[in-house]
């Protein structure tokens, strides 16, 4: 069995090539970065590693090589597998479509059987994205048999691994670090044809939910984390987590997404809950390393009207609650989006943020809201007064809704 796992960075070799490979199938990497490429094919297998506060395990990929993306050979091993997956990064989807399309043409001529690609980014509507970009390439018979053999099954990737470091190398430059946590929901829906076995792959239908719950519960979250860590210049997530003030913030934030999943679809509480205790004993990872300075890149997407933190909001809104948390860490997360883009730290700066980057009108309860928070942390308040705000508009809330 051949699998192509389009992306050989972080995700890609510390999740879900080690999945394939475990499962049993020749995993062949594609990707641009030629020292990892030439590390695979020299050595066809890498090492894993494990980590958490109390101890490390290493387990080595085997039965892997790699290919440049800028090579034909790359579009000759998507014609020839069993299953693909990608992990390239939401930004780089676009570069990878050429190939993609080459490949599916080369298989369309041999006759192949249906071709499954398991989209590992973290990417709201991935599927529906990919496949605009992928039909945009093709004729009109091609979609028709685009559609009738190709499988764009969306994944939630629940794994974290953050930048490696030499330290956590540890000697070997193919190593990667990463958490005990490795399943894999998948869209049950969108396979075409039998859906392959794959070690912790978790097929689920419907899967809008699971898409929401990792990017609202979990991504938004682990974002809140990272901008006040931010605030209080702090390196890394685990420290900014064992801040009480931040834990409270950070906590109740999910918990507010929680509420809006359960309500907007039918959700156990208890399973979200026990979600949300999970997550947030992760954070604690010390050996993870994970930075505040990674977890909040690219504040702009996760800034964007569907994504974490407006997206979440809006949720909430919708089914009714009030993210007086959530709030606080987009006020936060407003704050390092001027920071990174050179803007100014100001009212004005925070609301042309608020119109531009989350598409909110001034007159939204949700611009009101995360803009009385940007300007108490403009004023220099505590973490301590920005929870206790929260906790007031809470309030306020709930006696209004009563």
Known sequence: MKAVMYGAGNIGRGFIGQLL??????VTFIDVAEPVIQALQEKGRYPVRIVSNHRYEDIWVENVTALNGNLPEAAAAIADCDIMATAVGARILKFIVPNIVAGLRQRWAMDKGPLNIIICENLN??????????KAELTTEECKKFDETVGLVEASIGRMVPVQTEQMKDGEPMRICVEAYGFLPVDKAAFKGEIPEIN???PFAPFDFYIKRKLYVHNMGHATCAYLGNLLGLDYIYESIAVPEVRILVQNAMIESELALSKCYGASMMDLQEHITDLLYRFTNVALKDTCQRVGGDPGRKLSPEDRLVGSSLLAMDEGFTPAYIAVGAAAGVRRYLKENGGVQSMDGAKAVLREVAQLEDSHPLFRLILHNYEMILDGCSLAKLAAEAEKVKHESMNAVV
């Open 21 to 26: 490979s475990q499962s049993g199938y020749e």
């Open 125 to 134: 509507d991935a599927n529906k994205v990919l496949e605009e970009m992928l």
């Open 200 to 202: 912790n792959m978790v």
